[in-house]
T-cell receptor, first 114, second 112 residues
Framework: DAGVIQSPRHEVTEMGQEVTLRCKPI?????LFWYRQTMMRGLELLIY????????DSGMPEDRFSAKMPNASFSTLKIQPSEPRDSAVYFC????????????FGDGTRLSIL | DQQVKQNSPSLSVQEGRISILNCDYT??????FLWYKKYPAEGPTFLIS?????DKNEDGRFTVFLNKSAKHLSLHIVPSQPGDSAVYFC???????????FGQGTRLTINP
């Protein structure tokens, strides 16, 4: 079974550039989560979707961050313009249902903003 | 405001012995708790969970204990194996909510 697939695995770009991270959830899962992991703040939830609809985006740090889920099998997290403090590992996760239960994580995108 | 805290950044245990990882939480509304394991360059993988209606859940070598009055949970690994060397995160959610709040993680090293 294919797990959550994230691309790219690594991204290095210059400050001010637009960055787009991509995620394909596990087939059949109807909830999708975007997390960011940093040394200072640990693993924090940015936004999550149920049935392609954003439910809670309170973790999105600034208006420079946006996320979309145009269909059940694809989501993007965009940063425009990017800043060095956005450097982190970004994880996507998915699960099935509305109840709290284990989320399945992708292997992450390591983002470096120079 | 760290609602889920793992106060030990690292732990070193001899192979074959018991590993005990601890987690404290402050939000009394949390009622579902999970442990995740993370290897370098990989995403966290689910290990074991416990609902607040229980005080213990066991799965093979892994047991999670929940002490609601102390707002404390722990993960026991017996016996510890070299493959258990990883970062362990505890996470919690409020009843009816999907949102998980994670601790900072504890790096477990199993020594041969």
């Amino acid at each position: 079974d294919a797990g959550v697939i994230q691309s790219p695995r690594h991204e290095v770009t210059e400050m001010g550039q637009e960055v787009t991270l991509r995620c394909k959830p596990i087939s059949g899962h109807n909830s999708l989560f975007w997390y960011r992991q940093t040394m200072m703040r640990g693993l924090e939830l940015l936004i999550y979707f149920n049935n392609n609809v954003p439910i809670d985006d309170s973790g999105m740090p600034e208006d420079r961050f946006s996320a979309k889920m145009p269909n059940a099998s694809f989501s993007t997290l965009k940063i425009q313009p990017s800043e060095p403090r956005d450097s982190a590992v970004y994880f996507c996760a998915s699960n099935l249902g509305l109840l709290p239960r284990a989320q399945h994580f992708g292997d992450g995108t390591r983002l470096s903003i120079l | 405001d760290q609602q889920v805290k793992q106060n030990s950044p690292s732990l070193s245990v001899q192979e074959g012995r018991i590993s005990i990882l601890n987690c404290d939480y402050t939000n009394s509304m949390f009622d579902y708790f999970l442990w995740y394991k993370k290897y370098p360059a990989e995403g966290p993988t689910f290990l074991i969970s416990i609902s607040s209606i229980k005080d213990k859940n066991e799965d093979g070598r892994f047991t999670v204990f929940l002490n609601k009055s102390a707002k404390h949970l722990s993960l026991h690994i017996v016996p510890s194996q070299p493959g258990d060397s990883a970062v362990y995160f505890c996470a919690a959610s409020v009843e009816g909510a999907q949102k998980l709040v994670f601790g900072q993680g504890t790096r477990l090293t199993i020594n041969p």
